[in-house]
């Protein structure tokens, strides 16, 4: 789906809080990294502890589904008061700015 490069929408920022023309960048969705901290939690070391020497694994791996679509994520940005906010659309396969 395309969307405008700029557009005219409501702006939030508490000396604004009216419609102006804004800027629209698309944010990239990036996947979260696993943190050290969550890696070494309660239920990593029990599976850790059953996994080790001979044996397979406590459970049956669970199917990864992913999903076909993204929710893409837009940064508008206010040109006469120069705030950013953050607004999320429907599901799409592709998300272009024109």
Known sequence: ???PKQAKT????????????????LLKNKARPK???NALNKGAR???KI???YGGMPRA???????QTTKPTFV???DSCGKAHIKSFKRLKKANLV
């Open 1 to 3: 789906m395309k969307f």
């Open 10 to 25: 409501y702006c939030p920022a508490k000396n604004c809080r009216k419609h102006t023309l804004q800027k629209v960048k």
């Open 35 to 37: 943190t050290k901290k």
């Open 46 to 48: 029990r599976v850790f």
């Open 51 to 53: 996994m080790a020497g």
């Open 61 to 67: 791996k669970a199917a990864t589904k992913h999903k």
């Open 76 to 78: 508008y940005t206010c």
